[in-house]
């Protein structure tokens, strides 16, 4: 029989109870034994929910406070000699301090880098790995919440990060190779395995995404090697689960790899289906990933069938799995709580729940059950009306973009003559200083929000909050002395989801939250149909911020590729031609905000780089309509006027061309967990506009002092010369609070004046 499975279910709770938990704790109104407690429920409703929807096995071991990366570096005991001491004093506390940094008890502790899984929206911790790093298992997670869920009488898998991308996935921050360190590696995951055995495990499934990746022969080596040796040992069964696009030339060593099972992804890559089925062993088990796990649309079901037929005539029945494409966790948990959209948007959603339950239906269908053509003939009713809805499709648009202008993506002049123009009308001084746009939103800001939208508070009155709000933020900003201002995004609740409430196009969730990092959670926009600018959208708070000062105001905007990354996209047209749509939305906004005396423009896109196709091969063209769409939100603007983009955690040494390509006159970007690291891509590239590297880590409740910031500004200028230089943050300012805000600005200020007094004097 025809085994459903799941590989991964969110973590956070419908209504966010884990975000709550975790915030409860660190402010010390939780305790530890509270928290956890949350966690355990959280696990058991999860594996609850998902054996009602259908799901014969579930996943274990999925579930993480923080990052399962951190996990899994923490359980093999992956610790950096920084965090030892509060690591072992108390390990949940030390825990959250990798995470998060930390500046109590004595200790000052930056927190490890992050970056984003893969290509999608989520971040991960990056471990640190020296030469000679030793590894030991450090607690019994995975056993614990295997046996977790055996008590409740479930059928459970537990999920492990797989130990060659565990080692790609990490840094060495001594420059030596990673993978020489898997010949110690191996044997935690052999002891860990037997445990799992021990403990009544029949099947785990060990994560290799870096399998669909370009790998080498170093990386063959190191998967044949590790594998090998769990072959030998006591284990459960071993599911291999690659996701996010297709194995290609790395099937053929997949297919000689001694595991049990293994998980394909049919939604990135439905073309590799026959080419699997052609190598792989019929006496083995292969898991179809035929449901999309990192969008919410419902699947037709049809082409899923089309795709589980080929498989079942292959394989029978008995070693076959159906499964969501990857871990569900990129997705909302329940569409059936949107009470709120119209009835056939609605219809046409699926988040993990619903996913789970259209693996069910496509196995009844196989099983010939009469129920299940009435829930197919529903599907195809959803699907068909999604394809042909007038509220999908407007004419206007698809005509806009078909007839834009080659030169509407070419700015007037060159850097060159800009950058002397923008200086005469700006007047800045040396390493001008400025934030990256939004200032904390505390209880008050959000409280008055939420009153707004449920009608508490009206519009006026929500207008005079604001107005008060950003008066506030913007003497504070002349008070601590920046030189280019933030009106401080007060009206905003996010910086995707507030265009996307003025966008046409876009329809928003009420409860359809997805984890970020942490405690971070975002609710993604549905980008479901063809999308415009029915009016402006920030004009009026960034004209009224600049009203309040004579020092140059930035509008604020967020980019067009990173509206696209961070939504729920269409998937019924190219997403290059979704891209070109809110790129020309957007260059309406840029033209307005320009003709209401706004002369600097920050055009943020810090999801450029996690667009990038996971193949190099694919790069050139995915770079060409991204840098091509910025330059359409940018170009149409006087030489005069300051262009400004925002990128976040991201490595930039192998896109630096199309980073120069895109032709903002300042580009800020994040450093400061890296320590300047990631300006290594212009040691060899000679970057041609202003940069201006993060030198506050916003993520970290830690405060830098002013001498650490202008020792990462020295190392900055040792990469760029100092008229390219500016001071900023990593990021913006909205998690953080005011007290920390102050204390680090002042110190950012500090940081640049003393910049300024080490330059030549002028006779």
Known sequence: MTTLTNLGFPRIGVKRELKRALEAFWSEEASAESLQETAKTLRQRHWTLQRQAGVD???CNDFSLYDHVLDTAFLFDAIPDRYRKI?????????????????????????????????????????????????????????AEFLEAKALGLEARPVLLGPVSFLLLSKTVDGSDRLALLDRLIPVYVELLATLKEAGASWVQIDEPCLVLDQDGDDYAAYRKAYAAFAKGERPKLLLATYFGASGENLELISQLPVDGLHIDLVRAPEQLDSVLDVWPQDRVLSLG????????????????????????????ENLQLAPSCSLLHVPIDASLETGLPQDLHGWLAFARQKLEELRIVRDVLKGKPAAQTALEQARVRVQSRRTSDKVHRPAVAARVSTLKKDASQRKSAFGVRSQLQQQRLGLPAFPTTTIGSFPQTHEVREARAKYKSGKLGEADYDVFLEAETQRCVRFQEEVGLDVLVHGEFERNDMVEYFGEQLDGFAFTKNGWVQSYGSRCV???????????????????????????????????????????????????????????????????????????????????PALREGLPLRRTDWRTYLEWAVDCFRITASGVADTTQIHTHMCYSEFNDIIDAVAAMDADVISIETSRSRMELLDAFVKFRYPNQIGPGV??????????????????????????????????????????WPETRAALTALVQAAHAMRQKLPSVA
């Open 290 to 317: 035929i449901v999309d796990g990192r969008n919410v649309w419902h699947a037709d079901l049809d082409a899923v069938l089309t795709l589980v037929k080929r498989a079942h005539q292959r394989m029978g029945g």
């Open 523 to 605: 609710k993604p926009p549905i980008i479901y149909g063809d999308v415009q600018r029915p009016a402006p959208m920030t004009v009026r708070w960034s004209r009224y911020a600049q009203s309040l000062t004579k020092r140059p105001m930035k509008g604020m905007l967020t980019g067009p590729v990173t509206v696209l990354q961070w939504s729920f996209v269409r998937d019924d047209q190219p997403r290059a031609d979704t891209c070109r749509q809110i790129a020309l939305a957007l260059r309406d906004e840029v033209l307005d905000l320009e003709a209401a005396g706004i002369c600097v423009i920050q055009i943020d896109e």
């Open 87 to 143: 690591v072992d004093a108390d390990p949940l506390a030390g825990y959250f301090a990798l995470a998060r940094g930390t500046q109590r008890d004595g200790n000052d502790l930056h927190a490890l880098e992050m970056t984003k899984w893969f290509d999608t929206n989520y971040h991960y911790l990056v471990p640190e790995l020296h030469a000679g790093q030793e590894f030991r298992l450090r607690g019994d997670k995975p056993v």
């Open 57 to 59: 096995v579930v996943p």
């Open 696 to 737: 506050y880590d916003i993520h970290s409740p830690r405060v830098p002092e002013a001498g650490e910031m202008v020792e990462l500004l020295e190392k900055a200028q040792s990469v760029l010369s100092r008229e390219q230089l500016w001071v900023n943050p990593d990021c913006g300012l909205k998690t953080r609070g």
